[in-house]
């Protein structure tokens, strides 16, 4: 079935509404107006008010009501316009989401899920485009999720929803418009392992979210030139497989991970330092990285397009790491 | 006070006057013990205590049902016991104990505990108004007739977070009670050093909920204004909002020099306390005996007594847990937020 990534979201949104009634969607216009990236379109109609709740702009105090429902034993999705806006709820996010099983020694544990849009591309400035997702794959407590493709857009929702604790699902913007072939029974998928896209002999590309097209796209250029390139589809940030990670590293002995974020205080630097400390032996090059300029994402086209990860600098990043064989 | 019958006291069942004595006396007591146990350095950490504004939270939880829920502040000892928390699996947490009711993972300012629905215990200052929100949610989505208590300073006013649950509240008709104990100082700011309108209950009343001003150190007023503000919370009324006016008689914190306030401020307030307020209407009015109030003091100290002796007895979690409690155990409890279920 054809399916665009926005579809399929909206697609296992609705089956979780069908699948349990504690489930329901709040958020800045998910009803009325049809969801700020129409993912939650049609859904008013189908569920009613009450549970496509639309809320005022109090991330704060909706994402903390979520946690609280959560608490109460309901099965929140609270959507949040922006990963920039996230900020606003930062408190209940680490302080209460991320804490609170801990603090109560184990006595209240909070199954909220919490989806954002996040990443650069479309011209939105500072404010609208940062990738803040690897901050928060820093707080113990949560689950970090990047769903790349249709299957993992449409199946990754029901399985969080499963999780006795917060998840949060990071949707790049860039991913939306994405069309392809989504299987008729698709369902839930896991949320502990990350995805071989593409395997390769040459050099590992570890990625995820929003950049795994530009990856898989080096990746193919990368082909014509001979190198033959793993892309790695990390799923889960936190947390991290390592195995996967260092099983891919440790067979191609070299790896450039590609991150939207920026690249000081990283998960890109969280991965290198990961396949530096377990894997250090079996490599043939250091461990590449591409990730955003050190910058607040500017407006203008070209200076937003050279501030993110590219084709070009991923090609260049894994020439150098195979031309490291020596 | 004078025998004259509109003395508080005079229309109280003796019993039940005794009844809230001994329910203030009980915080005072464990209170007066923790600070004891502080410069004994047997509690560490920060540590607020409750005394002088026991009134609030013995007038206030009288009127709550064991399905109700609770949210508290990080100055919450008394809440929790008041709530049914034990006073010994309370001393036990701020000694860090597994004995303690979070196991020794939260301390003095988070207590927490499934069994009584007290979700702690935030030090987080208005970080547990979108939680009461949330609770309160869930009750009203799930066709329960449960109410959602939640307590924060008057220093929360001041945070987004407060405006935000309030309007949330209101706007989805949510079945929450907001009591906000104003004691006049966020830590050492005075109340009309950090709000350009010192009427809290106005600032609820622009959100369209019911607001009362109580006198937060008698708590017959207290306890009354409370029910009649559960009761219409629980019938469907909508969210209830109370400014419950008090004075904390000792410092923030151990570590308050309390420069911010003389000592003549303080004592007048001290006329006022609210287990002296009440034991000398009860007396005016013979319904409490010297007899009875020596008993009432010793049930106290007794308790306490108890609850030092258990927290002594305590042990230590083993090193080997440090990790556990970060993500849920798989097969523990998997299907509903603990405490969440019918």
Known sequence: MKSSYREALRAGIRDAMLRDERVFLMGEDVGAYGGSFAVSLGLLEEFGPERIRDTPLSESGFVGA???????????????????????????????????????????????????????????????????????????????????????ARGMLWTALEDPDPVLIFEHGSLYNVTGELDDDAGPVDIDTAAVRRPGNDVSLITYGGTLPTVLDAAGQLANEGIDAEVLDLRTLRPLDDAAILTSARRTHRAVVVDEGWRSGSISAEISARITEQAFYDLDAPVGRVCSAEVPIPYSKQLELAALPSVERILAAAREAVGARG | MTGSADVPGSHLDPAHGRHLLLQMLRV??????????????????????????????????????????????????????????????????????????????????????????????????????????????ADKMAGRSRVTVCFFGEGAVAEGEFHESLNLAALWQLPVLFCCENNLYAMGTALGRSESQTDIALKAAAYEIAAWAVDGMDVLAVEETARRAVDAVRSGGGPHFLELRTYRFRAHSMFDPERYRDKAEVARWLERDPIVLLRAAMEAAGQLSAQDWEQLEADADAEVAAAVEFAEAGSPEPLEDLTRFVYSERGASPETGAGGGE
């Not at chain 2, 005394?51 to 929790?80: F, K, M, N, Q, W």
């Not at chain 2, 699996?89 to 009711?101: H, R, S, T």
């Not at chain 2, 988070?110 to 609770?135: C, M, Q, W, Y």
Request: overall charge negative; hydrophobic content about 50%; proline content about 4%.
């Open chain 2, 28 to 137: 005072r007591r464990l209170e007066e013990k923790c600070v004891e146990l502080y410069s004994a350095a047997k509690i560490r950490g920060f540590l607020h205590v409750y005394i002088g504004e026991e009134a609030v939270a013995a007038g206030v939880l009288e009127s709550l049902a064991p399905e109700d829920a609770v949210v508290a502040t990080y100055r919450e000892h008394g809440h929790a016991l008041l709530r049914g928390v034990p006073a010994g699996a309370i001393l036990a947490e701020m000694y860090g104990f597994v004995e303690g009711c979070c196991i020794g993972r939260g301390g003095s300012m988070h207590l927490f505990d499934a069994a009584t629905r007290f979700f702690g215990g935030n030090a987080i200052v208005a970080g547990g108004l979108p939680l009461a929100v949330g609770l309160a949610l």
């Open chain 1, 66 to 152: 979520g946690i609280g429902a959560a608490l109460g034993g309901m099965r929140p999705i609270v959507e949040i316009m922006t990963v920039n806006f996230s900020l606003l709820a930062l408190d209940q996010i680490v302080n209460n989401a991320a804490s609170l099983l801990h603090m109560s020694g184990g006595q209240f544990n909070v199954p909220v899920v919490i989806r954002m849009t996040t990443g650069a591309g479309r011209q939105l400035g500072a404010q609208h485009s940062h990738s803040l997702e690897g901050w928060y794959a820093h707080i113990p407590g949560l689950r970090i999720l990047a769903p790349a493709t249709l299957a993992d």
